[in-house]
């Protein structure tokens, strides 16, 4: 068993205790220097070009953000300590990695994280390395977006995957059970009031008994909670819903 159950109490305690501070995580931080790769888990974060770049799109908090920064570093820092303390996986805490799809370096990691979809703009060579990083094992979380930016990441997974559809998963699946059993999939998007969270995946040859490559969080937002959660900004069991979903999908990907 490479896993431990602990109580989610504990395991948010562990991060109020070594979050940033409030002021501290919402200031615009430029990128750190990747960490080198020594085998443990270590959270990758998909940099890619934006439909958005080079226009005045200000976030809701007065700044320029690319929108593949979005949550960054809070919400990776914040759910490497969950994994830290729920698991016996030994993550990686003295840093995260920021990678773009076209990057070699990639294929070193089995778990890579991308969110805003909405705005996800790859190039030829970035749609050939997503590509091969799935055909080669790769498992990928799409994360925050919602309403009509579903069509820009259709198109752009169609790219990739010409022949990928994605599937709607039901909390039968087995990526729903693989840590921690959750029994409902009944959740919002944390900011957009009335838009009713959809889990999508893709498999392999499109068949849901095949590897799953991609796991698609449609209306929701995981990252925003994982970055406040150790602040009150959300109540504590949405906070915990998002980090099981999180640590199920690492988990996952890490035995299959």
């Not at 504990?10 to 995580?25: D, E």
């Not at 005045?56 to 303390?85: C, M, T, V």
């Not at 997974?157 to 699946?173: C, F, K, N, S």
Request: charge should be negative; aromatic fraction near 14%.
């Amino acid at each position: 068993m490479i896993v431990r159950r602990v109580g989610f109490a504990f395991a948010l305690a562990v991060v109020a205790g070594r979050g940033l501070s409030a002021q501290g995580r919402r200031s615009f931080e430029p990128d750190r220097p990747n960490v080198p790769y020594d085998g443990r888990f270590t959270f990758v974060r998909i940099k890619y070009t934006s439909l958005a770049d080079g226009l005045q799109n200000l976030s809701g908090f007065g700044r320029r953000e690319p929108e593949w920064h979005h949550d960054y570093p809070s919400g990776e820092r914040n759910f490497s300590k969950i994994l830290d303390a729920l698991t016996t996986m030994a993550p990686r805490m003295e840093g995260t990695n920021i990678l773009p799809l076209d990057d070699p370096e990639l294929f070193k990691y089995p778990v890579a994280y991308l969110c805003e979809p909405g705005f996800w703009n790859p190039n030829d060579k970035e749609v050939e390395g997503l590509r091969a990083y799935l055909k080669k094992g790769g498992f990928l979380i799409i994360d925050d977006f919602v309403a009509n930016q579903l069509f820009n990441f259709e198109a752009q997974m169609r790219r990739v995957l010409p022949e990928g559809r994605l599937i709607q998963l039901t909390a039968e699946h087995p990526i729903f059970d693989s840590f921690y059993k959750i029994p409902s999939l009944e959740m919002d998007h944390p900011y957009y009031t009335g838009y009713k969270s959809i889990f999508y995946g893709i498999f392999e040859d499109n068949d849901p008994t095949k590897r799953l490559m991609v796991i698609v969080n449609y209306n929701n937002d995981i990252g925003e909670y994982w970055e406040f959660s150790d602040t009150g900004m959300f109540p504590i069991d949405l906070s915990n819903e998002a980090y099981k979903l999180g640590v199920n999908y690492v988990i996952y990907a890490l035995t299959r």
